[in-house]
Every structure is written in structure tokens, then in C-alpha cells.
């Protein structure tokens, strides 16, 4: 049986396992029903000396509790200036709205993360999963912990907004007195499953959907009184509950922002400023602790990048509205700007970013737009951000994230440029998968060599292959992945530049990369891996994979090159796969060094192994039929790959004829346009490669020495 196929079996065996855990966990809801709060604790934690509070605090000295809440919910309807980004009593007939989408919600069909489900009479169980009880579906605890993040209420709020139907607020009521008997807050931080007070999701309840819905909703009648408390009482018991269980990374973002949101909306509860100042001193420090010099967020995975840069950001976003900005420490936001420039220069020619790490679509032309409102003398913000048409192309093209190791190579600033990304960097500080030398190209604007993100996060053997070194461009060593980290996080985070050579001139780009950690397991070292990558501009990628063994038995090397595609043509002579979508860019994967080399082109694989598969991530549709290119060779010693990663044009055919002799040193690739290339490696793995290139007519093309930038 081979290691990627006994790897799956045993992922499929500790998916079971944690399945029947999750199953069972999910029986174990909380004995007693909320909210834990009594209304004597509530108006003990208010400042009932703050005018407009008279009546309320003459109730409680009374211990008249039922007035004591009409006197809150009063004050809350009335209080003046608004405390969000609209005011409740300007409400917008003409406002955005889904219909369908909120009467869905009232009849109880909810759909979280592309599945869903409908709930009897509308009524939730807030802690039900459907990958749980239904069978054919993976488990996924991030059903139960996302249907606990409302995200539904907005459209409940918008429709109810736009059509005064007060069935909409009903829903919404009925959902908040539901989940408050349901979901009493723990002791603990929440962050096991099936738990609804994790504390990702009490910072998005409190950050986002919460008080969307509170205000959407204030003047409703179905929303009464002891509703109203009943709210305030809960985000009370939220804000308790985040600044005793702070965690790090992204997740402490949105706990901070949740902390803080609660602060700025409701200034009458007495420890308001202090969580507003907790919130704020610890997001201002992980502007330097979590954001890398580089501009990288320390998970280095860009979909989070986004989601840590959006709750840091939330806090001056929230104290400008609400009158507070005075507590904002003058350089947080200047801090911000290294984050941006991260997005600008790890840009996609179709204005995306790569997915590495666990990642998703990134619409970088957005986050430009923010930036240029926060950095408004920034013209290659706003060049992006305006698709050119105002502001300034950015200089260069190529760029080094020297922390996070990504080595941006472009041909230029165009949605129809080449561009290849290459990871050389450490895992990172979470979210990270086993894909080290990992690269992924845009062929003319489009992407063709790619990094799936990792898929959902479920419990399944496409999960594991999505983060294993299975699903990347890299290389396997005896069939077995990557493995390589610390069990401190910080330890896969890299605090000074990386050793990581790359070069970049208007002819070319160059870098080196080395693998020399574990494989199967983090103790065992076959064999290291240095990957060299150059870039002749504007059209032509060739990577060289050096494997040099730590014994002087043979051992398997075996490359994977994923293409977005199941449409492809192989040339079984000369092993060049070709992807072939037409009127579109495409991709030629060559290999040079073809004595011992055997060459596999599989899609849509599920045994002995998956191959061929794009992930994606929360979709309907989310195992996605692509190609795995497999390049594999045999032996003692060392053993090296050249790899010519070929960019083709819509409606080009393939212009490799085939490679010529080589002596292991010099390699000659030669077009069917006549043209010949001369490749020349270093007996150095780390060392340099020389460029001659012959054009049909026998006139020279491009050449060069990588240790001669020109």
C-alpha cells in the first residue's frame, strides 16, 4: 500500500473518531437555560447617575424590576445621538432588501456554509448540525458554530425595514429568546464544540449581526420592553465573557472587536471605557506583535490577513461615529498602512490573491478603496483601486515578503500579466498546511496553476488533502508529505528576514528555495529539497528541483503541478501536458529532464488516492474535478527536475517541440518557431543558471546569468 493512500486511511480513521465524538458532544447541551444574569445584576453594572436614567434608577431603588425595564428600554428607544452607523428612528422604506431570503428565515430554512436546513414551526435548535445527523455529509462543526453567528438577521432586519412587516421582528425576537433559554453562558471560554459561546463567534455577535439587528429593530412593538433588557442583559454576559477568555491570532481581532463594539454602543454600563481601553491597547499592540514587518499577518494565509486588518480597523471605524476617536492611540491607524501595501504587492493579475495557507477569494480592488480613504496620498492605492484610471501604477513589479517568504514574480501591473507566486517561508502562526516551496501562476490574467485554499473545514479526507502537501506544487519524498512545526506557534513565525536568495530585474527574477525538515514524520529526513525558480520575462517560468538524499539508498521523488482544469492534452513522448480551455489562457507543463522521469496526468481521482481535485471552500459544490500533473523519478544520489512552466495565450497552441540533448548541466528546449533555448545549471544547487536563447531567424534573444543583474 503506498504512504499517500495509508495517509488517507488513517485521516479517515481519525475522522470517525472525532464524528463520534462530535455526535456525542453534540447531546451535551447546557443543563440549566438563560441568561445566567439577573435583572438586579444588570442594573448593578449600569451607571444609573447618567441623565436620562432618573426613572430607571428610581425603579430599582424601589426594586420595581418590571419598571425598572420599561425605564431602560425607554431611554435606549429615545437616547440621542444614534450609537451605530444608522440611527433606528430614520428608518429607510427604499433600503436593499431580500424578501425571499428573510421569509425564509421566518419559516426556519437556514442556510449556513451552503448547506441547509429547516428548522420545524421555524423554531431553531441552536445546537443542531446537520453534517452531524444527516448521512452523506462530512462533518463540519462549523455549521453549529456559524448558525450561532445570526448572519441571517440582517436580511431579517433590512426586509423588515423596507416593508414594516411585523413578522420580520417577530422572527427576530423569537430567535433572541430562544438562543438566551438555549445558550447560557459557561464558566469556561466556550471553545469546544458544540458550544454557541465560542469566542469567535460572541466577538462577531457583538461586532456585527447583534447590533445591526438591535437597531434595525428598536422601534418594532413585537420587540418589547423586557426584550430590549433581555438584549442588553445578554451583551452584558458577552462582554464578561470576552474580556475573561482572550485568545490570539485573528480570533483575538474579532473577540476585541466584539469587546469594544458593546463598550462604544452602550456607555452606561460602568466598565464600558475599560473594555473599550482593554480592547484598544491590545489591537494597537498586535499592530507590531501580529502584522509582520513584511505587511504579512502572522497566520499568512490571506483570506485571514483580511478578517484580522477588518476587526483591527472596526475600532476607529466605530469611534469616529460614536464621538470616541479621542481614545484612539494617534499611530493605530498608521499602522494599518504595511497591510495594505501586503495586499497591493501579493496581488493577482485578476486583482485576487493567492490561497495559501486556508484561504478564499480577496477582492484586493475593495480593500484599495478602504486604503485610499485611510491613506489618501497614496496613489498606487488609488491606481488599483480605480482600475487606473486615476492615481499611479505601483513601482516595480516583482516584490520579497522577507518574513512571510512570498516571492512575487509579474511581468507587469495588467490584469493580463503573467505572475507567479512562490511560498519559500516558515507554516505560520495558524491555519497552515504542509506545502512548503509551494508556487502557484496566473497565465496572462488567468489562473491556471493553483492552490485550492485547503476547501472547507470539515472532517473529511479532502479536508486532509487540501492541507497536506498532497494537493500542492511541490514534492513528495518516498510518497510521503511534508511535516514540519513547533508546538509553540510563534516558533513557525519568523521574527527576522528569511535566508532566502531572490533577485529581480527588468529581464528577470530569481529565487532560491530549501526544504530540509521532515517527511511523514517531523523526526524523519530522507532527503532535503531546494527548488530554484526563475522568471524569464515576460513569458517563460522554469523551476529546478534538486533532491539530495541523507543516505545512499534510492528513494521516490515525486513533483505534483495542479492545473485548474480538466480539459488537457498529453504528449505521452515527450511528457508535456498542456491544459486546453478554449478562449482561454492556458498552461504548458514541460519537463526537460525527461531520462527515468514518468510522467501521470489524472483527474477527478478518488483511489488509491485522491488526485485532481479543486476545493471549495463552504460551496455547494465544493470537491471540484480538476488535474493532478504528476512528475516522477527513482534512485540513489541525488536527482534534479527542470520544469519549463509555459504561459500560452487564448487560442495559441503549444509551441515546445520538444527538449534536445543535455549533459545533466546544459539543457536545449527548442520551438516549433525555431527558436532554441539554452539552459545551463550550477553544479551547485543554490547556484546560478545562464539564459541564450537563439531566435528562428538564428539572430539572439534574450540571455543572461542570474549572478549578473543587468
Not at 283 to 304: I, K, S
Not at 343 to 370: G, I
Request: net charge negative; with cysteine; proline share 6%.
Amino acid at each position: 500500500m503506498n504512504h499517500a493512500r495509508m495517509a488517507f486511511q488513517s485521516a479517515i480513521v481519525v475522522s470517525a473518531i472525532f464524528i463520534s465524538i462530535g455526535r456525542a458532544a453534540e447531546e451535551r447541551k447546557p443543563p440549566a437555560e438563560g441568561p445566567r444574569m439577573t435583572d438586579e445584576e444588570l442594573f448593578n453594572s449600569l451607571n444609573l447617575a447618567l441623565p436620562g436614567l432618573d426613572d430607571a434608577r428610581k425603579a430599582v431603588e424601589a426594586k420595581d424590576m418590571p419598571a425598572a425595564r420599561r425605564a431602560l428600554a425607554a431611554y435606549l428607544r429615545n437616547r440621542k445621538p444614534a450609537r451605530w452607523y444608522y440611527d433606528p428612528r430614520e428608518i429607510d422604506r427604499n433600503i436593499s432588501h431580500n424578501g425571499g431570503a428573510a421569509d425564509k428565515t421566518v419559516a426556519g430554512k437556514i442556510c449556513v456554509i451552503s448547506i441547509w436546513h429547516e428548522f420545524p414551526d421555524g423554531k431553531i435548535d441552536w445546537f443542531y448540525n446537520p453534517t452531524t445527523a444527516r448521512p452523506g455529509l462530512a462533518m463540519d462543526c462549523e455549521w453549529q458554530w456559524q448558525l450561532n453567528r445570526m448572519g441571517f438577521w440582517g436580511e431579517l432586519g433590512r426586509t423588515y425595514w423596507a416593508t414594516g412587516d411585523e413578522k420580520y421582528a417577530a422572527a427576530f425576537v423569537d430567535h433572541l429568546r430562544s438562543w438566551a433559554r438555549q445558550c447560557p453562558r459557561p464558566d469556561s471560554s466556550g471553545n469546544t464544540y458544540p458550544s454557541p459561546w465560542r469566542t469567535i463567534e460572541s466577538g462577531i455577535r457583538m461586532g456585527y449581526s447583534w447590533f445591526d439587528a438591535f437597531n434595525r429593530f428598536l422601534l418594532s412593538p413585537s420587540f418589547t420592553d423586557d426584550d430590549v433588557c433581555l438584549f442588553v442583559k445578554l451583551c452584558l454576559e458577552h462582554s464578561v465573557h470576552l474580556r475573561k477568555h482572550p485568545t490570539t491570532g485573528n480570533w483575538l481581532t474579532m473577540e476585541m472587536n466584539g469587546l469594544y463594539t458593546v463598550g462604544a454602543v452602550f456607555p452606561e454600563f460602568k466598565d464600558a471605557a475599560e473594555w473599550r481601553g482593554f480592547a484598544i491597547s491590545s489591537l494597537h499592540e498586535e499592530l507590531n506583535r501580529q502584522f509582520l514587518p513584511d505587511g504579512a499577518q502572522v497566520e499568512l494565509t490571506p483570506g485571514y490577513h483580511q478578517v484580522a486588518l477588518q476587526n483591527v480597523l472596526a475600532l476607529p471605524q466605530k469611534a469616529r461615529i460614536m464621538d470616541l476617536q479621542d481614545e484612539i492611540p494617534p499611530d493605530y491607524v498608521t499602522l494599518t498602512e504595511r497591510a495594505f501595501e501586503y495586499n497591493l504587492y501579493l496581488m493577482t493579475p485578476d486583482r485576487d490573491l493567492p490561497r495559501f495557507n486556508d484561504s478564499w477569494h480577496v477582492n484586493v480592488r475593495s480593500s484599495c478603496a478602504n486604503a485610499v480613504e485611510l491613506f489618501p496620498k497614496r496613489d498606487d492605492f488609488r491606481w488599483i483601486a480605480t482600475d487606473g484610471k486615476e492615481g499611479k501604477q505601483p513601482a516595480g513589479t516583482s516584490h520579497a515578503f522577507p518574513y512571510a517568504g512570498y516571492y512575487v514574480m509579474r511581468s507587469g501591473w495588467e490584469t493580463d500579466a503573467n505572475y507567479l507566486c512562490f511560498d519559500a517561508g516558515p507554516l505560520g502562526y495558524g491555519h497552515v498546511h504542509q506545502d512548503k516551496l509551494n508556487l502557484v501562476i496566473w497565465s496572462y490574467g488567468r489562473q491556471t496553476l493553483f492552490d485550492s485554499g485547503g476547501g472547507s473545514y470539515e472532517r473529511s479526507k479532502y479536508r486532509s488533502y487540501g492541507t497536506d502537501t498532497f494537493s500542492h506544487n511541490t514534492v513528495l519524498v518516498d510518497g510521503k508529505p511534508q511535516r514540519r512545526g513547533s508546538k509553540n506557534r510563534w516558533d513557525n513565525v519568523s521574527t527576522v528576514p528569511l535566508k532566502v536568495r531572490f533577485d529581480t530585474t527588468s529581464a528577470w527574477d530569481y529565487c532560491i528555495g530549501k526544504y530540509e525538515e521532515g517527511y511523514g514524520d517531523a523526526g524523519y529526513r530522507p532527503a532535503s529539497h531546494i527548488r530554484q525558480v526563475l522568471f524569464i520575462k515576460p513569458d517563460m517560468f522554469l523551476t529546478v528541483d534538486t533532491l539530495t538524499p541523507a543516505d545512499d539508498r534510492e528513494h521516490d521523488y515525486q513533483a505534483r503541478w495542479h492545473l485548474l482544469t480538466t480539459s488537457t492534452s498529453h504528449d505521452s513522448a515527450s511528457g508535456v501536458v498542456v491544459s486546453a480551455d478554449k478562449n482561454a489562457p492556458n498552461l504548458a507543463v514541460v519537463p526537460l529532464m525527461t531520462e527515468g522521469l514518468e510522467v501521470r496526468c489524472v483527474s477527478a481521482q478518488t483511489e488509491p488516492e485522491l488526485l485532481g481535485w479543486h476545493l471549495e471552500k463552504d460551496k455547494e459544490t465544493q470537491y471540484v474535478p480538476a488535474t493532478t500533473v504528476t512528475h516522477s523519478i527513482k534512485g540513489a544520489g541525488v536527482k534534479r527536475l527542470l520544469t519549463m512552466l509555459l504561459p500560452l495565450k487564448a487560442g495559441a497552441q503549444p509551441i515546445l517541440a520538444k527538449s534536445g540533448k543535455h549533459d545533466g548541466r546544459e539543457f536545449n528546449a527548442r520551438f516549433d518557431d525555431g527558436r532554441l533555448l539554452r539552459i545551463t545549471l550550477d553544479d551547485d544547487p543554490a547556484g546560478d543558471i545562464a539564459i541564450a536563447e537563439t531566435l528562428g531567424d538564428g539572430s539572439p534573444g534574450r540571455s543572461f546569468i542570474t549572478n549578473q543583474p543587468k
